[in-house]
T-cell receptor, first 114, second 115 residues
Framework: DAGVTQSPTHLIKTRGQHVTLRCSPISGHKSVSWYQQVLGQGPQFIFQYYEKEERGRGNFPDRFSARQFPNYSSELNVNALLLGDSALYLC?????????????FGPGTRLLVL | AQKVTQAQTEISVVEKEDVTLDCVYETRDTTYYLFWYKQPPSGELVFLIRRNSFDEQNEISGRYSWNFQKSTSSFNFTITASQVVDSAVYFCALRSSQGAQKLVFGQGTRLTINP
């Protein structure tokens, strides 16, 4: 079975632009979470979505938004890009929202903001 | 607030040596989960192990072993007889049993195994 997939793999944008990143969870998984990983640091939690509802949000500005579709895939949108938004954006999926579930990560989208 | 500290930024050893990666965490929760992930140069985080706060048994999986000590809030990871393929960045992470499935990661330890 396929793992978590993300697109695109790489992206270059300029300051002020917006970007949309996409994620498809593992088949059968209904929960998707997004993380930002700045170079040299650990991933930081941005959002969790389950059954199209936001279940959690990290300490990120309103420029960051996300949504989940009926097929459980998800999009992360970032508006008014800043240089500091350059990072690896990771998507993770899990079967549901149970506390003991493991999140499985995709390969990420590398975003460079110039 | 929850926090994970991986004090070792980089470790370099020669192949076949044993190496231990340290992880110390802080949480006020009585129930929580600890994880280790491996991040090779490709960027994808690979799940290695999950441990809940009520299970302090050490675990061994092949050359990998984990030592969970609640008394010292530590969850250390040992690789025995290291191999070049073990070279990667390793992250320890903590998750509360309440709220969203939010993982709090440490800053990671870059492990280099030299032939």
């Amino acid at each position: 079975d396929a793992g978590v997939t993300q697109s695109p793999t790489h992206l270059i944008k300029t300051r002020g632009q917006h970007v949309t990143l996409r994620c498809s969870p593992i088949s059968g998984h209904k929960s998707v979470s997004w993380y930002q990983q700045v170079l040299g640091q650990g991933p930081q939690f941005i959002f969790q979505y389950y059954e199209k509802e936001e279940r959690g949000r990290g300490n990120f500005p309103d420029r960051f938004s996300a949504r989940q579709f009926p097929n459980y895939s998800s999009e992360l949108n970032v508006n008014a890009l800043l240089l500091g938004d350059s990072a690896l954006y990771l998507c993770a999926s899990s079967p549901g929202t149970a506390v003991q579930e493991t999140q499985y990560f995709g390969p990420g989208t590398r975003l460079l903001v110039l | 607030a929850q926090k994970v500290t991986q004090a070792q930024t980089e470790i370099s050893v020669v192949e076949k040596e044993d190496v231990t990666l340290d992880c110390v965490y802080e949480t006020r929760d009585t129930t929580y989960y600890l994880f280790w992930y491996k991040q090779p140069p490709s960027g994808e985080l690979v799940f290695l192990i999950r441990r809940n706060s009520f299970d302090e048994q050490n675990e061994i999986s092949g050359r990998y072993s984990w030592n969970f000590q609640k008394s010292t809030s530590s969850f250390n990871f040992t690789i025995t007889a290291s191999q070049v393929v073990d070279s990667a960045v390793y992250f320890c992470a903590l998750r509360s049993s309440q709220g969203a499935q939010k993982l709090v990661f440490g800053q990671g330890t870059r492990l280099t195994i030299n032939p």
